[in-house]
């Protein structure tokens, strides 16, 4: 009698985990402090899986480049460090700090390290923002995948590894978000 009361139960968590806005999940800053994203409630949010030895970590500097032009209007860029591509982001969350400020002068918010790809170790955001009901399904590819999110808080945007911070679609997509009251 136990075990499917226990199996209703976690049944339940997943489905309040699931229908749970993506601004209540859980979440640690690169500090380990607990947050969520309502702390910026009311921003523009691109979400990025980041990584600091991978061929796209160069975008660093145009997502601070990026950030620097557009927070002052309500974007605001949330960096996830993640080992799951080819263990390249196998940093503490110390080191992971430390690199992002002194090789790329990172102002941007950074959070702990997380899972992004499907499975047990996933991420609750990750599994929201890639589930199936999720606005842009799919399995997260590579490193710095990018999810634009709009004021409300709702996803209206997701970007490949190669697609570049400061590039036209990125730049027309966040300008867009921005504008929308």
Same mark, same amino acid.
């Given at each position: 009698?136990?075990?499917?009361?226990?199996?209703?139960?976690?049944?339940?968590?997943?489905?309040?985990?699931?229908?749970?806005?993506?601004?209540?999940?859980?979440?640690?800053?690169?500090?380990?402090?607990?947050?969520?994203?309502?702390?910026?409630?009311?921003?523009?949010?691109?979400?990025?899986?980041?990584?600091?030895?991978?061929?796209?970590?160069?975008?660093?500097?145009?997502?601070?480049?990026?950030?620097?032009?557009?927070?002052?209007? $309500?974007? !605001? @860029?949330?960096? /996830?460090? &993640?080992? %799951?591509?080819?263990?390249? +982001?196998?940093?503490?969350? *110390?080191?992971?700090?430390?690199?992002?400020?002194?090789?790329?002068?990172?102002?941007?918010?950074?959070?702990?390290?997380?899972?992004?790809?499907?499975?047990?170790?996933?991420?609750?955001?990750?599994?929201?923002?890639?589930?199936?009901?999720?606005?842009?399904?799919?399995?997260?590819?590579?490193?710095?995948?990018?999810?634009?999110?709009?004021?409300? $808080?709702? !996803? @209206?945007?997701? /970007?490949? &590894?190669? %697609?570049?911070?400061?590039? +036209?679609?990125?730049?027309? *997509?966040?300008?867009?978000?921005?504008?929308?009251?």
């Amino acid at each position: 009698m136990i075990k499917p009361i226990i199996a209703a139960a976690v049944a339940l968590t997943a489905l309040t985990a699931v229908a749970a806005s993506l601004t209540d999940i859980p979440l640690k800053d690169i500090e380990g402090k607990d947050t969520t994203l309502k702390a910026y409630q009311g921003k523009v949010l691109l979400v990025v899986n980041v990584a600091s030895k991978c061929g796209y970590t160069r975008q660093y500097s145009s997502l601070q480049a990026v950030y620097a032009k557009f927070k002052d209007q $309500g974007l !605001v @860029i949330l960096g /996830f460090p &993640s080992n %799951d591509f080819g263990g390249q +982001e196998p940093g503490s969350n *110390a080191e992971i700090k430390e690199f992002c400020s002194s090789k790329f002068a990172v102002t941007f918010p950074l959070f702990d390290k997380v899972g992004v790809k499907a499975g047990p170790a996933q991420s609750p955001l990750y599994a929201a923002l890639t589930g199936k009901d999720a606005p842009f399904p799919g399995e997260m590819k590579w490193n710095f995948g990018k999810f634009l999110l709009g004021r409300d $808080g709702k !996803v @209206i945007a997701r /970007f490949n &590894s190669g %697609d570049e911070p400061d590039g +036209e679609k990125m730049t027309k *997509a966040i300008e867009a978000a921005l504008a929308a009251k």
